[in-house]
């Protein structure tokens, strides 16, 4: 297979149609068909399929999608990665959860080590990085791995609702509210799906949307509620931005948090610049401290430093 090819696909692949694709890149129609025909037939799968006026993904498809793209991601930093001194400065961070901490974690380390740059991903697929940050539930634990934090998991409501003016909320009180929910296959969707089915609850989904910024933009125009990580999603959020239509109230849920885990790739020598970022990542969320809402038992789990496990 060629490198145009699977440029050509991952292009056709992010647009499910052949024109679009061409357009953006500057080819013709029947030279992206050509060479998707040609992935096709080495692959001997099937990678799109046509319906109406979209190429469609197969589902070998969205395999191949999800491999090529943190591959030409990197092919794209090659010429950057030979400016900064070659890959011994490179971090290739995956941030699968409390990525909006990540700018504020890059910004302070880059401060005293302004020589190291990042390839900064939202990958589940990947395999292609260094270091990854994500959450699952609090009773499970990760090979070569530190444990962040443990967070508790609130409820976003509208403060001009009523349930703005409860302190905690029940889930009797959430049988009526319309829920914003964060599409399946997130740790958010999945802790929330199994505690409710757990519990017996069934929320009202109203509305399903791709990530962080238009679900709490739905909550300010008082669409409905969702679930809310306390620290990773600024739990603060009402000192911070006093105009935000957003308050967080506790949910009286048992054992309702997730834990936040810092995942080196399994025997691979991180680069002197990769252990000590993973240390000062360890670090900064150590500041946190233990989460206001959690029940005294997940307190003893949040946050502690593993700092002796990360590299074993």
């Known amino acids: 297979m060629e490198l145009y090819q699977l440029k050509y696909f991952a292009q056709a692949a ?26 096709e037939k080495e692959m001997q799968v099937d990678l799109m399929c046509k319906v109406g006026k979209y190429s469609v993904l197969t589902h070998e498809g969205r395999i191949l999608q999800a491999r090529l793209i943190p591959i030409l991601g990197e092919l794209s930093e090659l010429p950057k ?28 380390y880059h401060e005293k080590n302004p020589n190291v740059y990042f390839n900064v991903m939202e990958q ?46 029940t889930l009797d009180d959430l049988q009526d509210e319309n829920f914003v929910m964060l599409k ?19 929320p009202r989904q109203a509305f399903e949307c791709e990530n962080f910024y238009i679900l709490k933009r739905m909550i300010e125009e008082g669409l409905g509620v969702a679930i809310w990580p306390q620290y990773s999603w600024r739990s603060r ?41 993973s240390e000062f990542i360890i670090q900064y969320f150590a500041q946190v401290g233990p989460p206001e809402f959690l029940s005294s038992d997940a307190k003893k789990e949040a946050p502690r430093q593993l700092k002796d496990n990360l590299f074993g």
């Open 124 to 169: 589940r697929e990947s395999i292609s990085w260094d270091i990854c940050i994500r959450s699952t539930l609090p009773q499970v634990f990760f090979n070569s791995a530190v444990k962040l934090m443990t967070e508790c998991l609130l409820v976003a409501v509208h403060k001009g609702s009523s349930l703005g003016e409860k302190e905690c909320v």
């Open 184 to 202: 399946q296959g997130g740790s958010i969707r999945m802790l929330s799906d199994r505690k409710f089915k757990e519990l017996g609850f069934i």
């Open 237 to 277: 959020l009402e000192e911070e931005n006093a105009g935000d239509n957003i308050c967080l109230r506790r949910l009286d849920v048992p054992d309702f948090y997730r834990s936040l885990y810092l995942i080196r790739q399994k025997d691979v020598k991180l680069t002197p610049e990769m252990e000590e970022f």
């Open 81 to 108: 990665a030979v400016r900064s001194g070659g890959a011994s400065r490179r971090i290739r961070l995956n941030a699968l959860s409390a990525g909006l901490l990540v700018p504020e974690l890059i910004h302070r």
């Open 14 to 39: 992010k647009y499910e149609n052949i024109s679009m694709a061409a357009q953006e890149l500057h080819v013709t129609q029947p030279s992206i068909s050509k060479a998707i025909k040609a992935l």
